[in-house]
C-alpha cells in the first residue's frame, strides 16, 4: 500500500492566520491526490482533487499545491468555520490510502 | 437529490453476525462504483474496498480481505458489507463512498453508520 503521511497531527491556529498542511506519499502518486475536510460527527466533505482543483461551492481561500510525492494544502484566512481535521488521500493506486489526519484547533 | 443513504446504528455482540446497507439515489446507481471506509473511535479513515454495482466486481484492501464481505442489489441501488464473526475493535464509524466517475476520489459520502460490538 502507499503510505500518507500528514504533517502535523495537530495545528493550533487563530481566525485569520495562514495554516499549511503537508502531506508526502512513499512513492509517486501520479498527482492524484485529494484532500478532504471533516467535522465531529460528520462524514468528511471533498475540498480540491487532482492536487488543486477546488471542488464546487469550496470556498477560495483553500488551495492545494505539490507534485511527485510532497503536496500541501493551504487555508489563506482561516475562518471560524475552519477549525476541523484534514485529510489528504491518494487515488492512484488501490487501496486508495489516506493520511492519518491533521486536527486544526483554535489557538 | 443525488445521495447516500446508510443504514441505522447496530450494537452487536462479538462472534455475533451484522449487514449493514447503503442506497444510492439521484444518480445512476449501477454506473459508479462505491466503496466503504471505515473510521475506528478518534482515528482516521481506512479503505475498506470497493464495488461497481454494475456486475458485482468487487476489490478489498489486503487489511479487510477475509475480514469482511461487500456486495450489491443493483435491483434496489443497494450496497453491502457484512460481518460473520463480529470482534470489539470492529467498533467504528463506517461510511459508504462514491468515487467521481472516471476518477478515485470521493465526491459523494454517506452520512455513516455506527457499529457497536460490545459484550
Known amino acids: 500500500d502507499i503510505q500518507m503521511t500528514q504533517s502535523p497531527s495537530t495545528l493550533s491556529a487563530s481566525v485569520g492566520d495562514r495554516v499549511t498542511i503537508t502531506c508526502r506519499a512513499s512513492?509517486?502518486?501520479?498527482?492524484?491526490l485529494a484532500w478532504y475536510q471533516q467535522k465531529p460527527g460528520k462524514a468528511p466533505k471533498l475540498l480540491i482533487y487532482?492536487?488543486?482543483s477546488l471542488e464546487s461551492g469550496v470556498p477560495s481561500r483553500f488551495s492545494g499545491t505539490g507534485s511527485g510525492t510532497e503536496f500541501t494544502l493551504t487555508i489563506s484566512s482561516l475562518q471560524p468555520d475552519d477549525f476541523a481535521t484534514y485529510y489528504c488521500?491518494?487515488?492512484?493506486?488501490?487501496?486508495?490510502?489516506f493520511g492519518q489526519g491533521t486536527k486544526v484547533e483554535i489557538k | 437529490e443525488v445521495q447516500l443513504v446508510q443504514s441505522g446504528a447496530e450494537v452487536k455482540k462479538p462472534g455475533e453476525s451484522l449487514k449493514i446497507s447503503c442506497k444510492g439515489s439521484?444518480?445512476?446507481?449501477?454506473?459508479?462504483?462505491i466503496g466503504w471506509v471505515r473510521q475506528m473511535p478518534g482515528k482516521g479513515l481506512e479503505w475498506m474496498g470497493i464495488?461497481?454495482?454494475?456486475?458485482?466486481?468487487?476489490r478489498y484492501s489486503p487489511s479487510f480481505q477475509g475480514q469482511v464481505t461487500i456486495s450489491a442489489d443493483k435491483s434496489i441501488s443497494t450496497v453491502y458489507v457484512q460481518w460473520s464473526n463480529l470482534k470489539a475493535s470492529d467498533t467504528a464509524m463506517y461510511y459508504c463512498?462514491?468515487?467521481?466517475?472516471?476518477?478515485?476520489?470521493?465526491?459523494?459520502w454517506g452520512r455513516g453508520t455506527p457499529v457497536t460490538v460490545a459484550s
Open positions: 463512498a462514491r468515487p467521481s466517475r472516471g476518477y478515485w476520489y470521493i465526491d459523494l
Open positions: 439521484g444518480y445512476s446507481f449501477s454506473s459508479y462504483w
Open positions: 464495488i461497481y454495482p454494475g456486475d458485482s466486481d468487487t
Open positions: 512513492q509517486s502518486i501520479n498527482n492524484w
Open positions: 487532482k492536487i488543486s
Open positions: 488521500q491518494q487515488y492512484d493506486t488501490y487501496p486508495y490510502t
